[in-house]
T-cell receptor
């Protein structure tokens, strides 16, 4: 299993500001995934971050709003830009297990509240 | 597109058995995951079914029927700590699509 550390664990942000979430994994991984979980809802994939190339965004998510960095095989950041109350959500970083069944391991999430 | 359906909420009694159903419609289906998520925590992996049939892991079992696009998670000898959301997720086209989750409340 992978150990994934995210920070901040939670934050309260003002409308119009931006916040960067960091994700650190204890082993080298090819792909890192960023999910959003809005209140009372399930997980929606935002993008897949590969080291050395641009992130691949899912329908409904764009790079200008959610820029992602992947400087090495153990670290990634997700920025939520120009936040509005609709961005209030839990943002989760995840990676695939190695040698297992392809299951995802998740960080504990970053709970953002936008006022 | 992908479509995953599961009940929103279920209630069961401590010590009982509960079955959480999940139906899916996807293209390029590879398998079906179940995750458990306690309130305020990250989801944790429970099971993965690729082939038809029942797979048992202790008190938890998961079933898959590929022809029917149907899976269920069976929880036996329910404990209070089993109160959580249970998410099914279809692995299709090398991508996971999650259902809305079923919030299970276990009562004494």
């Amino acid at each position: 299993s992978a150990v994934i550390s995210q920070k901040p664990s939670r934050d309260i942000c003002q409308r119009g500001t931006s916040l960067t979430i960091q994700c650190q994994v204890d082993s080298q991984v090819t792909m890192m995934f960023w999910y959003r979980q809005q209140p009372g809802q399930s997980l929606t994939l935002i993008a897949t971050a590969n080291q050395g190339s641009e992130a691949t965004y899912e329908s409904g998510f764009v790079i200008d709003k959610f820029p992602i960095s992947r400087p090495n095989l153990t670290f990634s950041t997700l920025t939520v830009s120009n936040m509005s109350p609709e961005d209030s959500s839990i943002y989760l970083c995840s990676v695939e297990g190695v040698g297992g069944e392809g299951e995802l391991f998740f960080g504990e999430g970053s709970r953002l509240t936008v006022l | 597109g992908q479509n995953i359906d599961q009940p929103t909420e279920m209630t069961a009694t401590e010590g009982a058995i509960v079955q959480i159903n999940c139906t899916y419609q996807t293209s390029g289906f590879n398998g079906l995951f179940w995750y458990q998520q306690h309130a305020g925590e990250a989801p944790t992996f429970l099971s993965y079914n690729v082939l038809d049939g029942l797979e048992e892991k202790g008190r938890f079992s998961s079933f898959l029927s590929r022809s029917k696009g149907y899976s269920y998670l069976l929880l036996k000898e329910l404990q209070m700590k089993d109160s959580a959301s249970y998410l099914c997720a279809a692995n299709a086209g090398n991508m996971l699509t999650f259902g809305g989750g079923t919030r299970l409340m276990v009562k004494p």
